[in-house]
């Protein structure tokens, strides 16, 4: 069957790096996606990697590596408005997404 | 209209009862999908549709029903709600011909069935 897994919740301090994993087995792959999503709010966009390696925008960087059905999202000099939940997605061979059950991110100060 | 709508934002309904989900995009975009949210689990999908006139089954399509009669409009259709049915509903669209094709979410319908 399909399967995405991340951590159900991690906890990092204001001003710190944080590395949320996920890893996958679906049939196909047509890339990876990283969502996030506030309390109460719609998922929106972060970040694509369809080939290994790492793709880094601002603050944020996704990595992955097909062989091992492994990527990550790194998030640099954390703000308090980066707590939220964190949703790993990957496209599969119907370019339809399957979907990580989400990290929820506690930031502390 | 900007982006996707969705309506209701909130409601409430009795089980048994018939309920339409209305998602309406102004983006052009050909595949829309309506996914449900559940504490714990992933987004999964119950039902999309790659292009106007096309609809197709997700994960979850089980007492769903969708329509897809242009490219703006994607309602979806509980017959007989059941309080199984309870939870936070997503509709989504994607583009195509881009170098990423992300998928982008309206704001969401938070649904209780009593």
């Known amino acids: 069957g399909q399967n995405i897994d991340q951590p159900t919740e991690m906890t990092a301090t204001e001003g710190a790096i944080v590395q949320i994993n996920c890893t996958y087995q679906t049939s196909g792959f047509n890339g990876l996606f990283w969502y996030q999503q506030h309390a109460g709010e719609a998922p929106t966009f972060l970040s694509y990697n369809v080939l290994d390696g790492l793709e880094e925008k601002g603050r944020f960087s996704s990595f992955l590596s097909r062989s091992k059905g492994y990527s990550y999202l790194l998030l640099k000099e954390l703000q308090m408005k980066d707590s939220a939940s964190y949703l790993c997605a990957v496209m599969d061979s119907n370019y339809q997404l399957i979907w990580g059950a989400g990290t929820k991110l506690i930031i502390k100060p | 209209i900007a982006g996707i709508t969705q309506a209701p934002t909130s409601q409430i309904l009795a089980a048994g009862r018939r309920m339409t989900l209305r998602c309406t995009q102004d983006?052009?975009?050909?595949?829309m999908y309506w996914y449900r949210q559940d504490l714990g689990l992933g987004l999964r999908l119950i039902h999309y549709s790659n292009t106007a006139g096309t609809t197709g089954k997700g994960e979850v399509p089980d007492g769903y029903s969708v329509s897809r009669a242009n490219t703006d409009d994607f309602p979806l259709t509980l017959a007989s709600a059941v309080p199984s049915q309870t939870s936070v509903y997503f509709c989504?669209?994607?583009?195509?011909?881009?170098?990423?094709?992300?998928?982008?979410f309206g704001p969401g319908t938070r649904l209780t069935v009593l």
């Open positions: 983006m052009r975009h050909n595949a």
């Open positions: 989504a669209t994607r583009g195509s011909g881009g170098a990423v094709d992300e998928q982008f």
